[in-house]
């Protein structure tokens, strides 16, 4: 079974500050995709990111940044120099990787982060 | 460029009433989703489609029948609607082949049960 958890209900900041976002994941498979989405108030999800669990490399995308640490089963997101435009809802999920080319391995997520960022 | 259509994107029921949401992808992808939203819940699966005439249940299905008549739909009914089906609904969908892993998302469907 899998489970994603993130702690952190709601957080709210003051423009500029920096954020970070809590994911810590439960899986017993070896191999699976980590991703985060964005949920902004008009109700969309926004891709953000897939990290492989083999790829514990760091990433940077302008004013984003992910922290995927597999001994702790982490997948941290953090928003530099937060912006009004960041308020959202930020879900992390996760799942097991097709190998098999079923579409029977849906994601699972965790339930969500809302950042509200004040001018 | 339309992607994942959802209809209706809002709609309110009494309890006891029937209804049906339609997902239309125009990607031409194999596999279909169905989840709810709910607050603190995060997004649980209700049922999902491997392909035409195809349907599975997922995490929770009670309540829910689909339908995948045709490969670029995706419905979900609501036979007889309860209050605890009060959610935001979000259809997805993904292409076939490893490493597609990432789904593709609707704009979702408000529905309250009263």
């Known amino acids: 079974a899998q489970k994603v958890t993130q702690a952190q209900t709601e957080i709210s900041v003051v423009e500029k500050e920096d954020v970070t976002l809590d994911c810590v994941y439960e899986t017993r498979d070896t191999t699976y995709y980590l991703f985060w989405y964005k949920q902004p108030p008009s109700g969309e999800l926004v891709f953000l990111i897939r990290?492989?669990?083999?790829?514990?490399q760091n990433e940077i995308s302008g004013r984003y940044s992910w922290n995927f640490q597999k001994s702790t089963s982490s997948f941290n997101f953090t928003i530099t120099a937060s912006q009004v435009v960041d308020s959202a809802v930020y879900f992390c999920?996760?799942?097991?990787?097709?190998?098999?080319?079923?579409?029977?391995?849906?994601?699972?997520f965790g339930s969500g982060t809302r950042l509200q960022v004040q001018p | 460029n339309a992607g994942v259509t959802q209809t209706p994107k809002f709609r309110v029921l009494k309890t006891g009433q029937s209804m049906t949401l339609l997902c239309a992808q125009d990607m031409n992808h194999e596999y279909m989703y169905w989840y709810r939203q709910d607050p603190g819940m995060g997004l649980r699966l209700i049922h999902y489609s491997v392909g035409e005439g195809t349907t599975a249940k997922g995490e929770v299905p009670d309540g829910y029948n689909v339908s995948r008549l045709k490969k670029q739909n995706f419905l979900l009914g609501l036979e007889s609607a309860a209050p605890s089906q009060t959610s935001v609904y979000f259809c997805?969908?993904?292409?076939?082949?490893?490493?597609?892993?990432?789904?593709?998302f609707g704009s979702g469907t408000q529905l309250s049960v009263l």
């Open positions: 990290r492989n669990s083999f790829d514990e």
């Open positions: 997805a969908s993904r292409p076939t082949g490893v490493r597609s892993e990432k789904l593709f």
């Open positions: 999920a996760l799942t097991p990787p097709d190998i098999m080319d079923t579409g029977r391995r849906a994601l699972t």
